[in-house]
């Protein structure tokens, strides 16, 4: 019986090359990121940068893990990023030069509105500056930010920030601007972008009564740092003050960094985090200072959050310190003795409630009227 044709039609040939380029864009990418992440055991960070140490390329030298006897040596596996013990007397001072004083008004987080920022320069009889407080630990923004990780994670503001900060300077020129991010205590991106949550021994995600940590250590939490003050910088502000530089005040065992330490975990993890940040936003124009604990400052070995002020005033433009009029002079002193550059006086900030102290800088917290 013959084939119909108009009911039986042959295969057509089908072109096989469509297939082929797809399998093997396929393979490329699988083996880019098998080679991205086999790589990421080998990197080192140090104070002086980030290196790729590969075993082959080492010979028979044994690895910075295996030689330290850290946690990837001890079990055997290289499953985590190694941060090398830091040497505070590697680091090279590079911050602290030609600072003027800074008498600031601090306003507070509610009160960052053009009205309030205008309310607040009114009362700059005294003084010649402001502190805003643009991030708190609730990792809300005070500001309509662009940045990607805070629209990507709905924590910009609504304030237009940059037109308040263009008045602010049209109608008093010589205000110097600082402002204020928290930086490892952010409860909204810890809840919203869990990797970046520093995790306890457990893996469950650390919080204590200041609220929900990051981790120093994580790559993308220093760069969102970094992103929010260069767009400050390009607003006009004149300094950025980093608070909660630290992990909690509490035993470094028994958290999970995601990168571990040869030495100190907590101290290597803020130093490295401070380096991180200061180092993106050189050549921005800011200076870049730090808020760092009392205990901290004056070497107490009650203090586990991290925080050397050795390194801090290495680091830093200015350290601020939440005190009192009657005994900023001790921390003041504590902190000159690792003053190597620039004058103490107007790197060493006091911040005050009530009276004011007698000293060049400083940062009056009062709410004020």
Same mark, same amino acid.
């Given at each position: 019986? $013959?084939?119909?044709?108009?009911?039986?039609?042959?295969?057509?040939?089908?072109? =096989?090359w469509?297939?082929?380029? *797809?399998?093997?864009?396929?393979?490329?990418?699988?083996?880019?990121?098998?080679? %991205?992440?086999?790589?990421?055991?080998?990197?080192?960070?140090?104070?002086?940068g980030?290196?790729?140490?590969? #075993?082959?390329?080492?010979?028979?030298?044994?690895?910075?893990?295996?030689?330290?006897?850290?946690?990837?040596?001890?079990?055997?596996?290289?499953?985590?990023?190694v941060?090398?013990?830091?040497?505070?007397?590697?680091?090279? $001072?590079?911050?602290? =030069?030609?600072?003027?004083?800074?008498?600031?008004?601090?306003?507070?987080?509610?009160?960052?509105?053009?009205?309030?920022?205008?309310?607040?320069?009114?009362?700059?009889?005294?003084?010649?500056?402001?502190?805003?407080e643009?991030?708190? +630990?609730?990792g809300?923004? $005070?500001?309509?930010?662009?940045?990607?990780?805070?629209?990507?994670?709905?924590?910009?503001g609504?304030?237009?920030?940059k037109?308040?900060?263009?008045? *602010?300077?049209?109608?008093?020129?010589?205000?110097?601007?600082v402002?204020? /991010?928290?930086?490892?205590?952010?409860?909204?991106?810890?809840?919203?972008?869990?990797?970046? =949550? /520093?995790?306890?021994?457990?893996g469950?995600?650390? !919080?204590?009564?200041?609220?929900?940590?990051?981790? #120093?250590?994580?790559?993308? /939490?220093?760069?969102y740092?970094?992103?929010? $003050?260069?767009?400050?910088?390009?607003?006009? %502000?004149d300094?950025?003050?980093?608070?909660?530089?630290?992990?909690?005040?509490?035993? #470094?065992?028994?958290?999970? %960094?995601?990168?571990?330490?040869?030495?100190?975990?907590? =101290?290597?993890?803020?130093?490295?985090?401070?380096?991180?940040?200061?180092?993106?936003?050189?050549?921005?124009?800011?200076?870049?200072?730090?808020? +760092?604990?009392?205990?901290?400052?004056?070497?107490?070995a009650?203090?586990?959050?991290?925080?050397?002020?050795?390194?801090?005033?290495?680091? %830093?433009?200015?350290?601020?310190?939440? !005190?009192?009029?009657?005994?900023?002079? !001790?921390?003041?002193?504590?902190?000159?003795?690792?003053? !190597?550059?620039?004058?103490?006086?107007?790197?060493?900030?006091?911040?005050?409630?009530?009276?004011?102290?007698?000293?060049?800088?400083?940062?009056?917290?009062?709410?004020?009227?």
């Amino acid at each position: 019986m $013959a084939r119909n044709t108009e009911l039986y039609k042959g295969r057509k040939k089908r072109h =096989a090359w469509p297939r082929v380029v *797809l399998i093997v864009l396929l393979v490329l990418i699988a083996g880019a990121l098998l080679l %991205f992440y086999g790589l990421q055991k080998y990197i080192v960070y140090t104070p002086s940068g980030v290196s790729l140490e590969l #075993p082959l390329l080492a010979g028979n030298t044994a690895s910075p893990a295996a030689e330290s006897g850290g946690e990837a040596a001890a079990s055997g596996t290289d499953a985590k990023l190694v941060i090398d013990q830091t040497d505070y007397s590697d680091i090279e $001072a590079t911050a602290g =030069a030609d600072l003027t004083a800074v008498k600031a008004i601090y306003v507070p987080f509610d009160s960052v509105t053009a009205d309030g920022i205008t309310k607040a320069a009114g009362r700059l009889n005294k003084g010649n500056a402001l502190v805003l407080e643009l991030k708190t +630990a609730s990792g809300k923004l $005070a500001w309509a930010s662009a940045e990607r990780e805070a629209t990507a994670y709905d924590l910009a503001g609504s304030t237009d920030l940059k037109s308040a900060v263009k008045a *602010l300077k049209a109608a008093k020129p010589n205000v110097w601007l600082v402002g204020e /991010l928290c930086c490892c205590v952010d409860d909204l991106m810890a809840e919203r972008n869990s990797p970046l =949550a /520093l995790k306890k021994a457990d893996g469950s995600a650390y !919080t204590d009564d200041t609220g929900a940590w990051l981790d #120093p250590t994580n790559a993308e /939490l220093r760069t969102y740092i970094a992103d929010l $003050a260069k767009e400050l910088a390009a607003m006009g %502000f004149d300094e950025v003050l980093l608070s909660q530089v630290c992990g909690p005040d509490t035993d #470094p065992a028994g958290l999970a %960094f995601s990168a571990t330490s040869t030495g100190d975990a907590a =101290a290597s993890a803020v130093t490295g985090f401070s380096l991180a940040v200061t180092r993106a936003l050189a050549g921005s124009g800011v200076k870049v200072s730090v808020v +760092a604990a009392r205990a901290a400052i004056s070497q107490s070995a009650d203090n586990h959050n991290g925080q050397k002020i050795e390194a801090l005033m290495k680091v %830093f433009d200015r350290v601020y310190c939440y !005190t009192s009029a009657s005994e900023y002079k !001790t921390y003041q002193d504590d902190c000159a003795a690792f003053c !190597t550059v620039g004058d103490i006086a107007d790197r060493f900030v006091p911040v005050c409630s009530g009276s004011l102290p007698d000293t060049d800088c400083w940062v009056l917290a009062d709410s004020g009227g």
